[in-house]
């Protein structure tokens, strides 16, 4: 499925930002006006130009914002494109594929098949803001703090695509920094392709998912703070995870 326009811009956008009421709150756009500070690696990647580039809406991908958790799937009526790579029946399959994350004791399972509609999941877990996040076209997965400058930040998908070059991506899977995961295998190997831009709410910096790292904006060449994660099936989660909790699809999650 054709999910996105490669690299798509948004049109005549530049317009309509301009027009912003004078006096208005509210929290910077990102790529736009195109930063002075993009991280040097921009200009070896693919757009070399993405800096200047403000987010894409009508791309249709819609970050998690306000997540509900649950024991378990059942009972809930779950639409179908959210149980792809699980066998038919009710719940969540103990042979899907999930991304499971532990903090300051409490556990959560986050399903590779929401992750691969929504790709990025802005969460509370142990007390803890935590960051997760999944590029379906790279079969990348990143967890990590979600926090800018040490506050905590909330994260969207700015539907632009930028491609590091490979020696880049290839370090960060090396230093364990990003994770190979596939909805409908478990574990796979990262693809140097076309890689989520994420963009925070509280500086409108561009971070690249694949590289844990902001590129653009003020926070250009800061790196995220990466949290422990397992790629596993559901059924393999709970039984080392006992108490844990799954994250549910929308609607009873709250999307952008």
Same mark, same amino acid.
Request: hydrophobic share 35%.
């Given at each position: 499925?054709?999910?996105?326009?490669?690299? &798509?811009?948004?049109? $005549?956008?530049?317009? /309509?930002?301009? #027009?912003?009421?004078? !006096?208005?709150? =509210?929290?910077?756009? +990102?790529?736009?006006?195109?930063?002075?500070?993009?991280?040097?690696?921009?200009?070896?990647?693919?757009?070399?130009?993405?800096?200047?580039?403000?987010?894409?809406?009508?791309?249709?991908?819609?970050?998690?914002?306000?997540?509900?958790?649950?024991?378990?799937?059942?009972?809930?009526?779950?639409?179908?494109?959210?149980?792809? &790579?699980?066998?038919? $029946?009710?719940?969540? /399959?103990?042979? #899907?594929?999930?991304? !499971?994350?532990? =903090?300051?004791?409490? +556990?959560?399972?986050?399903?590779?098949?929401?992750?691969?509609?929504?790709?990025?999941?802005?969460?509370?877990l142990g007390g803890d803001p935590v960051l997760v996040t999944?590029?379906?076209?790279?079969?990348?997965?990143?967890?990590?703090?979600?926090?800018?400058?040490?506050?905590?930040?909330?994260?969207?998908?700015?539907?632009?695509?930028?491609?590091?070059?490979?020696?880049?991506?290839?370090?960060?899977?090396?230093?364990?920094?990003?994770?190979?995961?596939?909805?409908?295998?478990?574990?796979?190997?990262?693809?140097?392709?076309?890689?989520?831009?994420?963009?925070?709410?509280?500086?409108?910096?561009?971070?690249?998912?694949?590289?844990?790292?902001?590129?653009?904006?003020?926070?250009?060449?800061?790196?995220?703070?990466?949290?422990?994660?397992?790629?596993?099936?559901?059924?393999?989660?709970?039984?080392?995870?006992?108490?844990?909790?799954?994250?549910?699809?929308?609607?009873?999650?709250?999307?952008?």
């Amino acid at each position: 499925m054709n999910r996105r326009a490669f690299l &798509g811009l948004l049109t $005549g956008a530049t317009a /309509s930002l301009a #027009g912003c009421i004078e !006096g208005t709150a =509210r929290p910077p756009i +990102a790529g736009f006006p195109a930063p002075e500070n993009p991280d040097p690696i921009v200009q070896h990647g693919f757009p070399g130009s993405v800096c200047g580039d403000p987010p894409n809406p009508f791309i249709g991908i819609k970050a998690v914002l306000e997540p509900a958790v649950g024991p378990n799937w059942n009972d809930l009526a779950v639409a179908e494109k959210y149980r792809f &790579g699980y066998e038919v $029946g009710p719940g969540l /399959s103990d042979d #899907g594929y999930v991304v !499971g994350v532990e =903090r300051n004791g409490e +556990a959560r399972a986050y399903a590779l098949s929401i992750l691969w509609w929504h790709e990025v999941v802005n969460d509370t877990l142990g007390g803890d803001p935590v960051l997760v996040t999944y590029c379906p076209i790279c079969q990348s997965g990143m967890v990590a703090e979600r926090r800018v400058d040490g506050e905590e930040a909330v994260f969207q998908v700015s539907g632009h695509l930028w491609q590091p070059p490979a020696v880049y991506g290839y370090a960060s899977v090396e230093e364990g920094r990003t994770f190979g995961a596939s909805a409908t295998s478990g574990e796979a190997e990262v693809r140097n392709s076309g890689n989520l831009v994420l963009y925070d709410e509280l500086t409108g910096s561009y971070w690249s998912q694949i590289l844990a790292k902001a590129i653009c904006g003020s926070e250009s060449g800061e790196r995220m703070e990466i949290l422990p994660s397992t790629v596993t099936t559901w059924g393999e989660w709970k039984r080392e995870h006992p108490d844990t909790d799954a994250l549910l699809p929308p609607p009873w999650s709250k999307t952008a």
